[in-house]
């Protein structure tokens, strides 16, 4: 979670600073649309980034050697019969599959280093797609911001309702 603030974060700040770089190029009233197009792919390989360190270097149970049944029976407590119990005892069994996959994976084949660490980057190609759609819900979340920022202004007088078209101005 705390990434995810980091990364947001870090969005808002990417924004402002390709907004300040791109204003010279950009017509003003496509520069916020322009702006979030473009950092949605840098961006996200930041977050990806940090989300993959973050996995790694978080403690991982020692699967290596152990059936896969039993790493699901030890690993995978039961919380109850709920819908979100249900996705978080899936979301839980995907994850220790895939470290135990991996983890056997490497450890029969002799692999070592960089390659171990290219499988577990692998592995969690997911944290990139969990990424790419928190930037998304980011950017999202900007542009509606801004339409809100300036349907507003069109909107609110003193003390009357005042519409603004396209290209019209704000009159009092």
């Given at each position: 979670?705390?990434?995810?603030?980091?990364?947001?974060?870090?969005?808002?700040?990417?924004?402002?600073?390709?907004?300040?770089?791109?204003a010279?190029?950009?017509?003003p009233?496509?520069?916020?649309?322009?702006?979030?197009?473009?950092?949605?792919?840098?961006?996200?390989?930041?977050?990806?980034?940090?989300?993959?360190?973050?996995?790694?270097?978080?403690?991982?149970?020692?699967?290596?050697?152990?059936?896969?049944?039993?790493?699901?029976?030890?690993?995978?407590?039961?919380?109850?019969?709920?819908?979100?119990?249900?996705?978080?005892?899936s979301?839980?069994?995907?994850?220790?599959?895939?470290?135990?996959?991996?983890?056997?994976?490497?450890?029969?084949?002799?692999?070592?280093?960089?390659?171990?660490?290219?499988?577990?980057?692998?592995?969690?190609?997911?944290?990139?797609?969990?990424?790419?759609?928190?930037?998304?819900?980011?950017?999202?979340?900007?542009?509606?911001?801004?339409?809100?920022?300036?349907?507003?202004?069109?909107?609110?007088?003193?003390?009357?309702?005042?519409?603004?078209?396209?290209?019209?101005?704000?009159?009092?």
């Amino acid at each position: 979670m705390a990434t995810l603030v980091v990364g947001a974060a870090a969005c808002w700040i990417l924004g402002r600073w390709a907004q300040a770089r791109l204003a010279k190029h950009v017509i003003p009233d496509y520069l916020s649309a322009v702006t979030r197009r473009l950092l949605v792919a840098p961006a996200s390989a930041l977050l990806a980034v940090g989300l993959i360190v973050v996995s790694l270097v978080r403690p991982q149970p020692y699967l290596v050697g152990m059936e896969l049944g039993r790493v699901m029976q030890n690993h995978i407590a039961s919380s109850g019969q709920s819908l979100l119990s249900m996705f978080e005892r899936s979301a839980s069994a995907m994850e220790l599959a895939s470290f135990w996959a991996v983890q056997n994976a490497l450890d029969g084949l002799g692999v070592a280093g960089w390659g171990a660490l290219l499988g577990w980057i692998g592995v969690f190609a997911l944290q990139s797609a969990l990424a790419l759609a928190f930037v998304r819900f980011v950017v999202g979340a900007a542009a509606a911001h801004d339409v809100l920022r300036r349907l507003w202004g069109c909107t609110v007088g003193d003390d009357e309702s005042l519409s603004c078209g396209a290209g019209e101005e704000r009159v009092k």
